[in-house]
T-cell receptor, first 116, second 113 residues
Framework: AQKVTQAQTEISVVEKEDVTLDCVYE???????LFWYKQPPSGELVFLIR??????QNEISGRYSWNFQKSTSSFNFTITASQVVDSAVYFC?????????????FGQGTELSVKP | EPEVTQTPSHQVTQMGQEVILRCVPI?????FYWYRQILGQKVEFLVS????????KSEIFDDQFSVERPDGSNFTLKIRSTKLEDSAMYFC???????????FGPGTRLLVL
């Protein structure tokens, strides 16, 4: 069965520190998508990135970067030079194939607190 | 930029009452989903909907729950007889084609007393 594990429940850093959020997934499918979503204190879910299982290139978007390693079933998220506005709960998610409904399976989330 | 909207933003109801949560998806999106998040917990899948029928539903989505697209635009989640444990944030999500990114609405916070 598909599963997403975010072992870090809470992380606290001081502004300008780099921080990495871990995500490990399990799936028997050969084709799948992985996602990261941000949930700020206001509660909405904000899409950050999507990665398909065939593309293991790392991606960088400003201060955000993602490291996808299929060999270890991990999709980690790094924030460089963190800012107070990065404080939120971050969810990693795995998408099931269409013939299984296409739903997202979420990890438990990592609550990031960035202190000034 | 098109976005998903949900109404109401908050709803308080008495146990046993019916509630209807509404979602206006991004136009031309074809796949619709409801998820819920109990306070402090992870986001859980409830149901997926495509071509005017349910594609998949979770164990949570029992006979008390139903979904429909009454007018081809709105997408609703009905809970017929609410229980205390239905208190949660309910998110609507949709995507253009399967496996495209699912865009989430802002959520409806439901409190059952």
């Amino acid at each position: 069965a598909q599963k997403v594990t975010q072992a870090q429940t809470e992380i606290s850093v001081v502004e300008k520190e780099d921080v990495t959020l871990d995500c490990v997934y399990e799936t028997r499918d050969t084709t799948y998508y992985l996602f990261w979503y941000k949930q700020p204190p206001s509660g909405e879910l904000v899409f950050l990135i999507r990665r398909n299982s065939f593309d293991e290139q790392n991606e960088i978007s400003g201060r955000y970067s993602w490291n996808f390693q299929k060999s270890t079933s991990s999709f980690n998220f790094t924030i460089t030079a963190s800012q107070v506005v990065d404080s939120a709960v971050y969810f990693c998610a795995l998408s099931e194939p269409l013939n299984q409904g296409g739903k997202l399976i979420f990890g438990q989330g990592t609550e990031l607190s960035v202190k000034p | 930029e098109p976005e998903v909207t949900q109404t109401p933003s908050h709803q308080v109801t008495q146990m046993g009452q019916e509630v209807i949560l509404r979602c206006v998806p991004i136009s031309n999106h074809l796949y619709f989903y409801w998820y819920r998040q109990i306070l402090g917990q992870k986001v859980e899948f409830l149901v997926s909907f495509y071509n005017n029928e349910i594609s998949e539903k979770s164990e949570i989505f029992d006979d008390q729950f139903s979904v429909e697209r009454p007018d081809g635009s709105n997408f609703t989640l009905k809970i017929r007889s609410t229980k205390l444990e239905d208190s949660a944030m309910y998110f609507c999500a949709n995507s253009g084609v399967s496996w495209e990114t699912q865009y989430f609405g802002p959520g409806t916070r439901l409190l059952v007393l």
